[in-house]
């Protein structure tokens, strides 16, 4: 299964960034998707997650400045990120928790450099 992410790039702080994510074609069963980060030095963390029913769940670093969407007929999960600042500079993975016969596993895009410039 390959996941596909788009959209990083440069940008200064206080602008604003929109990430997408392709997942797997035709009828899946997709649980949790999600948006992770890895920054320079840093261990890989959770930015937002989203549950099939659309309930959210954020980092507190970027609560209140970003939001999570997805559209399970596309399996996409989408991420903006506003008031950007230069701590939000790191790699960003999706993540989709993916039911394959039975067995639920996490599947990673990978990988979209976001940075963020002060």
């Known amino acids: 299964v390959q996941l596909q992410a788009f959209g990083g790039g440069l940008v200064q702080a206080g602008g604003s960034l929109g990430l997408s994510c392709t997942g797997p074609?035709?009828?899946?069963?997709?649980?949790?998707m999600g948006w992770y980060r890895q920054a320079p030095g840093k261990q890989r963390e959770l930015v937002a997650q989203?549950?099939?029913?659309?309930?959210?769940d954020y980092a507190d670093s970027v609560k209140g400045r970003s939001t999570i969407s997805r559209d399970n007929t596309k399996n996409m999960v989408y991420l903006q990120i506003n008031s950007l600042e230069p701590e939000d500079t790191g790699v960003y993975y999706c993540?989709?928790?993916?039911?394959?016969?039975?067995?639920?596993?996490?599947?990673w895009g990978q990988g979209t450099q976001v940075t963020v410039s002060s």
């Open positions: 989203i549950t099939p029913s659309g309930t959210t």
């Open positions: 993540n989709m928790q993916i039911k394959i016969f039975g067995r639920l596993a996490d599947y």
């Open positions: 074609g035709g009828i899946v069963n997709v649980n949790a």
